[in-house]
């Protein structure tokens, strides 16, 4: 079984940063974590993503270049760095995980086991 606590989220002006955590209670080797957003009146989607194992990334297109995820493996922590942030950046903020498919490989998935309760982004112009 495995938790998610997601802090770090705030208010913040275009063109800021922010930096959202989320700690992971339980084994998390070899998994697949993400973050994912979901506006009002939007679909969720998938931020930026991360293999534990050999950490390899991938992002949304939307949000390559200003964002980047990374781990403490230490403290068992996910971490997204959010650079230049954009008014249509804002939205809640999820941490999710899930061991690593048979596919072998990560993606954006919906069907994520373990999910945070979230951390709301609000930025203004």
């Known amino acids: 079984q495995v938790q998610l606590v997601e802090s770090g989220g705030g208010s913040v002006q275009a063109g800021g940063s922010l930096r959202l955590s989320c700690a992971a209670s339980?084994?998390?080797?070899?998994?697949?974590m993400a973050w994912f957003r979901q506006a009002p009146g939007k679909e969720r989607e998938g931020v930026a993503g991360i293999h534990t194992g050999s950490h390899s990334t991938y992002y949304a297109a939307s949000v390559k270049g200003r964002f980047t995820i990374s781990q403490d493996n230490a403290k068992n922590t996910l971490y997204l760095q959010m650079n230049s942030l954009k008014p249509e950046d804002t939205a809640m903020y999820y941490c999710?995980?899930?061991?690593?498919?048979?596919?072998?490989?990560?993606?954006?998935?919906?069907?994520?086991?373990?999910w945070g309760q979230g951390t709301q982004v609000t930025v203004s112009s």
């Open positions: 339980g084994y998390t080797y070899n998994y697949c």
């Open positions: 999710a995980a899930d061991p690593l498919p048979p596919i072998g490989y990560c993606y954006f998935r919906s069907d994520f086991d373990y």
